[in-house]
């Protein structure tokens, strides 16, 4: 059997990862500042994180939605305390399509209505209601198009009011990232996600914050969208909550009513995807790596301002896009090839994404620095 071609691949083999170092087959060591698309939280194999898994490893992997499983208490509590949200629900699922997708299904199911709201260059996954909600033609398949989905420019509060004042009553939910990350991280203005807010509670709608790339704490706060000082009625996450295990969850506000049946997952919240999360969380926690990522994060961004050829620096914390004023296909395979290291790209052909762990080191920031002089 052949593997369906559908990735780009680099001619590199991994083998092992400790932190943000990797290590290929032939021993070549790698500096990822990318983390497999922003998945890496607290660094490759972080001892605490492979410790917890082990042990529960030894004890039960999985049981299924079905029984108590209590590690879903245990992380339900945590999270409460570092996100503040200690009255929310909990529904966890595997991964982040999913999680938008039980996020814009609930929505419906509460309100009883179908149109959703979503902003131009968001991505919001590829199962059928993310994808249709994600503004790529080219990942929307035809059994994927839907008439309910509105695409509004993003960031542009007159559009966003006149649509509401038409349709209000109709929309279930709008769904925004805080920070667009496959769209070259670009941050929602407080004062849109207010409005948001605003109109959302003027007309009954539901605010989904998809935070599946700049949630748990890679902005430098819990969800990006905090940095508006606003509450959604559902936050989505993913990538980092698992450090590399799969697993994803939506955060509800305690106004939405649970019914048994109304959400599901054979997968979902198994004992092991949860003790990876409470790890991730508990590292995050007692290694303070929401302020490492803010401290980090003003260090680069003052540091990439040096580099010539740089348009514009954007995002907050650890999620930071770096705009050239050339295409950097190139420049990303240059990195790759002539200083082994690992940084992303995005839909804009100008902006190179950098992700790295929160507790990356100042000296790796300062390699990917070097790097990027040189090759400018
Ligand atoms: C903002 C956002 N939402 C949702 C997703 C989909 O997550 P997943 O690939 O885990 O399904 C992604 C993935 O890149 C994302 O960046």
Redesign the pocket.
Known sequence: MTLFDVYPLYDIEIVEGKGELLWDKNGNEYLDLYGG??VISIGHSHPHYVNKLKNQLDKIAFYSNSVIIPQQFELASLLGKITGLDDYQLFLCN??????ENALKLASFHNGRKKIVAFSK??????SL?VSATDNKNIIAPVNENNNVTILPFNDEEKLTLYFKKYGNEISAVII?GI???GGIVEATPSFLRLIRELCDTYGTLFVA?S???GYGRSGRFFSHDYAKIKADIY?V??GMGNGFPI?AILIAPHIIPKHGMLGTTFGGNHLACTAAIGVLEVIEKENLMTNALILGDFLKSELKKIPNVKEIRGKGLMIGVEFTYPVEHLRNQLVKEFRIFVGNSSNKHVLRILPPLNVAKESLEKLVQALKILN
């Open positions: 698309h922003a991964s982040g399509a999913e999680a938008n968001g991505f919001h996954g590829r199962t993310a990232e667009q990350g496959v998809d599946v790339q700049c989505s993913a990538k994803g």
